[in-house]
């Protein structure tokens, strides 16, 4: 024991067990796996959502105004549809003979369910029947669902029935929402059906997602392999269920009133991917979820012409701009890489673009200016950034141009963009180093009305300040 802790003491790591050892190697093991996904470069793939996001706005508030936190699966149905993730066709009725007529109206086969807000698990009180294939079968199935309800838990509120056009045959998986007292909002996935619950694989993630992370979330589990297909089960469509994924994750972004949220099962097939049942409850009126990672702030993208009529994009940084970045570097010159990165490199590293496309939005901002393409990916033509100081009221800035957009005022539009941003998060000071003979730059940034002195540290190195 003296020995072990004098071990301890200098550093070594000390194990009570060979058990505790072999534990101890494979967090080792599973910390480096972390840390090479974090640094693998997502393609330039971007979902590009159009929520509804006034359909959800108007479900949530007719929730609240009939003082309900838990919404029926209809409107949770309805809340992931204004989200693009595909739901079965259905419709709430108030009772048999209506379900008969809704059942006429969407086809058949037809699934029946039971409505009540005092039934989370439908199916272990007789509260789903399969395979209805007339309206008179829908409306005996009503009939004897009720009856054989009521008096198995007469208790139970029931407030009418939903009929919905039974889906056809794929894998069953369940996308959840929650949250965590530290990590705030999270992402699950995995197994779906009744058997989610007796044998658990999930894999979880942390909002927001994009389409690289949801892949890695689906990977991470043991469902996952089953996904390929197997026997006469055909493969899904794995790029559908990423895509289901990052659409609940724009979710959580979007509505932090919301508590949790549940898609079970999720049907996937080698066409895509269809929600037959969901559940989402709201939290108290007045508390809202906190994302441990900030969201893309997409609204601070806009449109800027240059003096010649070309256009760009400006908009904060992401990490799908991977590609571009390490393709605008290469059309640098080299007395540019060599002003902006104070030393002659030939290439970024994978680590240096994860570096500069992977950010903090609360801690740093990068603003891209991106040129479309007529036959090709879009190019990043402009890069400024804003690195906050820990803790202080400054932020250090750097700012690049492609050489074929010099001329335009790009850069100082960039500039700008970054003081706007400063002064919305409470810099008060904006400071940067130059190369002593860059004189192009040493007057940009006088122009913009930057004091610049010779650093104390380099001779070679002037420093630039401004108060915003």
């Not at 700012?399 to 500039?415: E, F, N, T, Y």
């Amino acid at each position: 024991g003296v020995q072990r802790a004098r071990l301890a003491e200098a550093g070594v790591a000390v194990f009570a067990t060979p058990e505790a050892a072999v534990r101890g190697a494979l967090h080792l093991a599973q910390d480096r796996r972390n840390r090479a996904t974090a640094a693998e470069l997502p393609p330039r793939e971007v979902l590009d959502l159009a929520p509804d996001r006034a359909r959800v706005t108007a479900i949530l508030a007719a929730v609240r105004a009939a003082g309900r936190l838990d919404l029926t699966e209809e409107e949770a149905l309805g809340v992931l549809a204004a989200y693009g993730v595909p739901t079965v066709p259905g419709r709430a009725v108030s009772g048999p003979a209506e379900a008969a007529d809704a059942a006429a109206m969407l086809g058949f086969p037809i699934v029946l369910k039971i409505l009540s807000p005092d039934l989370p698990r439908k199916t272990e009180v007789g509260g789903v029947v399969l395979g209805l294939a007339s309206p008179a079968a829908v409306q005996a199935a009503a009939e004897d669902m009720a009856a054989h309800i009521a008096a198995a838990r007469p208790s139970a509120r029931l407030t009418g029935f939903l009929v919905q056009r039974q889906a056809g045959r794929g894998q069953e998986l369940r996308l959840r929402l929650g949250d965590d007292a530290m990590f705030g909002p999270w992402i699950a996935f995995g197994r779906g059906g009744t058997a989610a619950e007796i044998d658990p694989d999930e894999g979880f993630d942390l909002p927001p997602l994009n389409l690289a992370l949801a892949r890695g979330l689906i990977g991470r589990t043991r469902t996952a392999r089953l996904l390929a297909g197997w026997r006469d089960h055909p493969p899904a469509n794995v790029g559908a269920i990423a895509d289901a994924l990052v659409r609940l994750s724009q979710i959580a972004v979007d509505f932090p009133g919301i508590q949790s949220c549940s898609i079970n099962p999720l049907l996937a097939d080698p066409q895509g991917v269809l929600a037959l049942d969901a559940a989402i409850a709201l939290r108290p009126r007045g508390s809202a979820s906190l994302l441990a990672i900030p969201p893309y702030p997409a609204d601070l993208a806009r449109i800027w012409r240059g003096r010649d009529g070309r256009e760009v994009t400006v908009r904060p940084i992401r990490p799908e701009d991977a590609a571009a970045h390490a393709e605008a570097f290469r059309r640098l010159t080299a007395e540019d890489i060599r002003y902006r990165f104070f030393s002659t490199l030939a290439e970024l590293s994978p680590v240096q673009i994860v570096r500069m496309t992977q950010i903090d939005y609360d801690r740093e901002m990068a603003f891209v200016a991106v040129a479309r393409t007529p036959d090709g990916p879009d190019r990043t033509v402009g890069v400024s950034r804003l690195i906050r100081e820990p803790g202080g009221r400054s932020g250090e800035f750097a700012v690049i141009v492609d050489p074929s957009w010099k001329g335009q005022g790009l850069a100082r539009h960039l500039m700008e963009r970054l003081f706007d941003w400063g002064r919305s998060v409470g810099l008060v000071e904006v400071v940067g180093q130059v190369l002593a003979e860059n004189a192009p730059m040493l007057a940009f940034v006088r122009r913009l009305g930057f004091v610049v002195h010779a650093s104390a540290e380099d001779p070679d190195v002037m420093e630039a300040r401004k108060v915003l």
